[in-house]
């Protein structure tokens, strides 16, 4: 039988060649495969080596077509097949595939979990190709958690890993994840260009080529944040087209999103409520409550800008729910694995008991309730976890403040309460003045001390129901709640002389570091994005003044 064994074998080539070309072809090629399988007469140990390899296969594909609940299912089921066999490259793939499906549904902790056993599976079978997959992963993983230094310094090992090895596509892809990281850092134009350089990775040589959708998506983000907005809504439909032509549904989804909050940046409100719709109903269809939450926002505030208040409350009113729903779920699910566990390892222990009706009796409980213990701290460790993972979302990796993403929703409420009760709340906006000359002249290392001690500043100079954020690159926010416009200047004006006050020669020789600050108070009606706008042009009015002074919005 080894020569209809050979033809499945060389299905399962083709299907790898196809899988990030054409993955719809691929799908095809492995239907094609089962048939033959299931219609050959040959050993079982032979049939099930390449029913395992199929089930990876298909698991990889859904990944590709950004279909992650059936990536996630093929994946799990491959490992188990894969582990029958002792396939320890299968089980790897499947192991870093259950990673992905995770993080591209935001369950971090299970993510991580699934790439840590990958690398301790790869380090025991002495697989160099899947680590070098998994500095991927990582880069990914890092990313999401918004470490993003950390993000470029893992790409940076993976694109090393992959050179050694000739693997350009998968260069291709770490760039462009690399890319996305220092689009967060305010290095645009960088950013760009190692999608230049993506692509022409992906598409260098012979044969067929996997579109580079994921790239003109990312160089679509880029131009938005450059606020070139006719040619991010130019590159945001190419990869629209692209995803649909590949049957990627989840890159449709954020297609169609990109798409909605360019045309609302430009104006066509009407048109970008509608690509929203479609990105919605994309997102429902997938059963994706983390992608569903992001569009219900961004119909919130289109509807807002159009003037339609009730469907703006009823998308607000939505995405908190999903957003609270998606928090539970997390908790809830590694709960869940936790409890099976012990419930699995419970029955098993009672089993033993009952089987074990010998003078090993009590040697054999007290093992077991060693076990249970374990088991116990296992469920604390996650826990543990769990709340680690959450509070890095939400924190600079450098400096230890909130981050932007903390920030933006720690001031739509403060916002909202200060409207509601007619407090008053003020911004701050502050800015190192010539900071890359810092930079340049003592080194980044000096740099990043400097930034940690400023923030260490900040912290120390404000009060604890107040907010500190690093807002990008050398820039942070303060949020100054119960404070009005007088008050806050004179606090920021304080911390703008402890500043310039500080012993920075102890951290480099003929180092002097002083700050320019822009204050604003909350205004009726106002919306907390137009108060941060405004907070950040009086930073840049002390600025043109000649730096280290404070600006607020009557000055």
């Not at 299907?15 to 040959?42: N, Q, V």
């Not at 539970?328 to 409890?339: C, G, H, K, N, V």
């Not at 570091?513 to 822009?518: A, E, H, I, N």
Request: proline residues 2%.
């Amino acid at each position: 039988m080894a020569e209809p064994l050979n033809e499945i074998d060389t299905l399962i080539d083709r299907i790898r060649e196809e899988r990030t070309s054409d993955p719809r072809r691929g799908l095809a090629l492995i239907e094609e495969a089962d048939r033959r399988l299931e219609e050959m007469t040959c050993r079982e140990d032979a049939r099930a080596i390449r029913a395992a390899r199929l089930v990876t296969e298909r698991g990889i594909i859904h990944h590709h077509l950004g279909n992650f609940p059936e990536s996630l299912r093929h994946a799990r089921w491959g490992l188990d097949l894969s582990r029958r066999c002792d396939l320890h490259e299968e089980v790897g793939d499947n192991l870093i595939m259950i990673g992905w499906a995770h993080l591209r549904t935001a369950n971090r902790v299970e993510a991580l979990k699934a790439f840590v056993e990958a690398r301790q599976h790869a380090m025991e079978h002495n697989l160099p190709i899947l680590e070098t997959r998994l500095l991927n992963a990582m880069c990914a993983l890092h990313y999401e958690m918004k470490n993003y230094e950390q993000s470029l310094d893992v790409g940076e090992q993976a694109i090393r890993h992959l050179r050694d090895r000739g693997q350009t596509y998968g260069e291709a892809a770490v760039k462009n994840t690399m890319a996305y990281a220092l689009m967060e850092c305010g290095e645009l134009d960088r950013a760009l260009e190692l999608t230049e350089e993506s692509i022409a990775l992906q598409t260098d040589g012979e044969g067929p080529h996997p579109s580079p959708a994921n790239q003109h998506d990312t160089q679509g983000e880029i131009y938005f944040r450059k606020q070139d907005f006719d040619r991010a809504l130019g590159l945001f439909r190419r990869a629209h087209g692209e995803f649909s032509r590949n049957g990627d549904r989840q890159g449709e989804l954020v297609a169609l999103r990109n798409l909605g909050k360019t045309r609302v940046a430009m104006g066509e409100v009407d048109a970008g409520i509608a690509d929203l719709d479609a990105a919605l109903l994309i997102a429902r269809s997938l059963n994706s409550d983390v992608e569903s939450a992001t569009c219900h926002q961004r119909l919130f505030e289109a509807h807002k800008l159009a003037g339609h208040p009730s469907r703006a409350l009823l998308h607000h009113e939505e995405f908190r729910n999903l957003e609270k729903k998606v928090s539970d779920d997390l908790t809830e699910r590694q709960l869940q694995a936790l409890r099976v566990d012990h419930e699995v390892e419970t029955a098993r222990q009672q089993s033993e008991i009952h089987r074990l009706r010998t003078v090993e009796l009590e040697q054999t409980v007290r093992e077991l309730k060693q076990t249970k213990e374990i088991l116990e701290a296992r469920m604390r460790d996650l826990r543990s976890l769990h709340e680690t993972v959450k509070e890095l979302s939400i924190r600079d990796g450098l400096t230890g403040v909130h981050n932007r993403r903390y920030l933006d929703g720690r001031l739509e409420d403060a916002s909202y309460q200060a409207r509601r009760y007619q407090r008053p709340l003020s911004v701050a906006l502050l800015d190192l003045d010539d900071f890359k000359l810092v930079n340049d002249r003592h080194s980044h290392k000096v740099g990043d001390e400097v930034l940690a001690r400023v923030a260490a500043i900040l912290v120390e100079s404000v009060r604890t129901s107040d907010c500190v954020a690093r807002y990008g690159g050398e820039e942070f926010a303060l949020v100054l709640t119960e404070t009005p416009l007088a008050t806050a200047r004179q606090a920021v004006e304080r911390i703008r002389a402890r500043v310039e006050e500080e012993n920075w020669g102890a951290i480099a020789s003929g180092l002097t570091v002083t700050l320019s600050l822009g204050v604003a108070e909350l205004r009726d009606g106002e919306h907390h994005e137009a108060l941060l706008h405004r907070a950040d042009e009086l930073l840049y009015v002390a600025k043109r003044r000649g730096k280290n002074r404070v600006v607020a919005q009557r000055d």
